[in-house]
């Protein structure tokens, strides 16, 4: 194997996103929109162009114009290299019926790496906030001579139900791995974290090839099927994220990974964007967070059609936004929203294109794409009205749908 392996990037944008619903109504969860600027996906994608590696698709399936669009829109390398960002629709190669799970998805997609044939390839999720340089990742995979190396990082146990839990030795070999387990085996000498896979993966192309074709069983699953199958012939191991170094990141934001699957944790990822030193830090120009921009005018704060004062503090404005007299407070105000005199909009998420009304008041709020919220209206201080007509997540957050009507 060369000094410097050739590297595809297989992104896995292919997932339903039913925790997320109302967001993910009519669109791929990567394609969420994030930070108002950014779609969910970008993350994922800027670590893999800022590194280098630029040979990537990203496998689709539910709901996808949206992300396909953004794709094509957005993410254009230089052909000039051979670089790429293309997304693949479900192509059905073994019959009628789509991806039975993320491995079968790479299965029915193996021509992508016949094609290619790299020396690794890198299986990333699409929908996770993080920073992490992979080159860090598939050097220590190819020191180690793994068939597949799983990055991980501890997480609290009540969390780990949701993710695959991973056992190592002092050496880094997992010995075992449990697929959201009801009772996770937590890390040694502390019985409150576990070791949750990141759902991201080098494989050597070989082994990735020889292990998502169906044999005597079919592999559906990556962190179901193959992780373990590859733990249990010993070609598995554990990256340990906490020590990825990428450039221009401060110690409190090493390790910093969010996996935003729930209405709770998307509202929680982006209010970490808005503390006064942010534990995720957007400004970072020497590992930047690509994504599309659109011609809009910069954001304007002004006083109001009366003269009513503006006040806005700890907060994101996007380009294109106004707030005209409006009062706007550890909130995110997405591309082209209208905040309207004497309205107040405190710890709440607008998407692109919303309006807020004249002395309406929004509290803990995520509004969807395109909403009008008519004036004196009040949402997010009545859980039991709020039920009524809005999507409600289990701490109590309203979420608006895209075009909704508000009674």
Known sequence: MPAEPTVLVIVLAGGEGKRLQPLTNDRAKPAVPFAGTYRMIDFALSNFANAGYRKIVVLTQYKSHSLDRHISMTWRFSTLLGDYVTPV????????????????????NLNLI??????IVCVFGA?????????????????????????????PKREAVDFGVIESDADGKIIAFHEKSANPPTMPGNDEMCLASMGNYVFDRETLIDIVTPKDGEMNDLGGDVIPALTASGQARVYDFSKNDVPGQDERERGYW??????????DANMDLI???PVFNLYNNKWPVFTGRQALPPAKVSRGRGGEPAFVDGSLICQGSIVSGGHVENSIIGPGSFVDHDAHVTDSILFPGVTIGPGARLHRC?????????????IGFDAEQDAKQFTISDNGIVVIAKDQKIK
Do not use: C
Not at 258 to 267: C, I, N, Q, S
């Open 114 to 119: 016949n094609d290619e044939k790299p020396d």
């Open 366 to 378: 995520i509004v969807d794409k395109n909403v009008n919220v008519p004036e004196f209206t009040r």
């Open 258 to 267: 969010r996996d935003v699957g729930t209405l709770d944790a998307f509202y």
């Open 127 to 155: 929908d996770h906030i993080y920073r992490m340089d992979p080159r860090q990742m598939v050097d220590e995979h190819m020191a180690n001579n793994a068939g597949v190396t799983v990055a991980a990082i501890p997480v």
């Open 89 to 108: 629709p479900a192509q059905m190669r073994r019959g009628p019926y789509w991806f039975q799970g993320s491995a079968d998805a790479i299965y029915q």
């Open 275 to 277: 503390a006064p030193v």
